[in-house]
């Protein structure tokens, strides 16, 4: 058992009669949140509600201390009836999305619950009909992940994150989508009286099918107000939808000047490679 779990927890799970289950619970900020449980009824939590489903099964878990990650082998279903949908899964619309694992020590009294696995969904895919797969990177795994700074010439952050720190909400406007070619091209009308560039911003959409859903903005076209995204959004966009989009940086110095923001710029431009060259 692992020492962190509570007392109540712990005697309810070592009782004679097994009355455990798990529970699932997976947002990705687009569609409604998917609860479910492996019981054969319905479990209610306060306001959330997490749907008995045959197709969840936990067929195997292990609990490790000391920072390591718990091991946790599960099925999901997904469908053309949901609440996990096939088109969902092909087009990537949980990629990303937050998902966490609890295990409950008697579905009577399901509030008594500990987490198994918290984290985010990495990959997914879809090999046919009745089969794919949802890769879930775990909070842990993150963690052990050791990622070193570069040298280099251009900022490595993410503009607006933490190590940023610009506050972004002045060079944020609402735009409406005028015209669309596909899910990753549209132009959009937009009240833009700071003449913000938006190249390497990002969007939120507010509205339609993909209201939720965040993308980078790969270029911005002042003149024709064209916006071509990274990735582009997983559900269809439609004219008419509404959005949010912020101001980008190119990463540069000059870029970190522009934003007030030069105390800040991690970017190695001044080292003697750059001062001469590259040479």
């Known amino acids: 058992m692992r020492d962190d779990w509570s007392p109540t927890f712990v005697t309810k799970l070592q009782a004679r009669e097994i009355r455990r289950c798990y529970m699932v619970e997976m947002d990705n900020g687009i569609t409604p949140v998917v609860r479910m449980t492996d019981i054969d009824i319905d479990l209610t939590i306060g306001d959330d509600t997490f749907v008995h489903s045959p197709g969840f099964t936990v067929t195997k878990f292990s609990v490790a201390n000391g920072g390591r990650p718990a091991g946790l082998d599960f099925t999901l ?20 999305a937050s998902i966490t694992v609890w295990l409950v020590a008697d579905y009577d009294d399901p509030s008594v619950r500990e987490i198994l696995i918290d984290g985010f969904v990495g990959k997914t895919g879809f090999t046919d009909r009745l089969a794919g797969q949802i890769e879930i990177i775990t909070k842990a795994d993150a963690l052990a992940d050791i990622i070193l ?29 005028a015209t669309k070619t596909d899910n990753s091209k549209f132009t959009i009308t937009v009240s833009n009286p700071d003449a913000l560039d938006f190249t390497h911003g990002g969007v939120e959409m507010t ?14 076209v002042p003149g024709t107000s064209v916006v071509k995204m990274v990735t582009g959004f997983p559900l269809d966009i439609e004219v008419g939808d509404t959005l949010t989009i912020h101001a ?32």
């Open 77 to 96: 279903p997904f469908d053309d009836i949901g609440p996990l949908y096939s088109d969902h899964i092909k087009r990537g619309v949980w990629r990303g």
């Open 149 to 177: 700074p570069t040298i280099q010439p251009e900022c490595g952050y993410k503009f607006g994150g933490p190590q940023c720190g610009v506050n972004l909400t002045p060079y944020t406007v609402t735009a409406v989508i």
């Open 207 to 220: 509205s339609g099918a993909c209201a939720g859903a965040k993308d980078d903005v790969m270029l911005w």
């Open 248 to 279: 980008g940086c190119p990463l540069t110095r000059d870029g970190c000047i522009s934003f007030n923001n030069i105390n800040r710029y991690p970017g190695q431009d001044h080292t003697p490679g750059e001062l001469l060259g590259g040479n």
